[in-house]
């Protein structure tokens, strides 16, 4: 079950709630009964762990992106691991 966090527009107070994804969202604030509490968007908690295909083929931070080149020269030549490298 998901973990969704709630905040009342009128009081301030802030709440981490247990739900079903079925479950209606709650309305009422526990703190002070009125009915301006929401759901707020948060990030998602899950990280990407193991020797997957996430760890291989992205978790290295290299980019393929080639450098800007100066103004009348070449292109600037992309990575050796870049796709459009092997293409060329």
Known sequence: MPIYAYKCDACGFSKDVLQKMSDAP???CPSCGKNTFSKQLTAAGFQLKGSGWYATDF????????APAASG????????????????
Request: aromatic share 0%; hydrophobic share 40%; with cysteine.
């Open 59 to 66: 978790k290295g931070g290299s980019s393929c992106a080639p």
């Open 73 to 88: 020269d070449a292109p600037a030549a992309a990575c050796a691991s870049c796709p459009v490298a092997a293409q060329a």
């Open 26 to 28: 709650l309305q009422e």
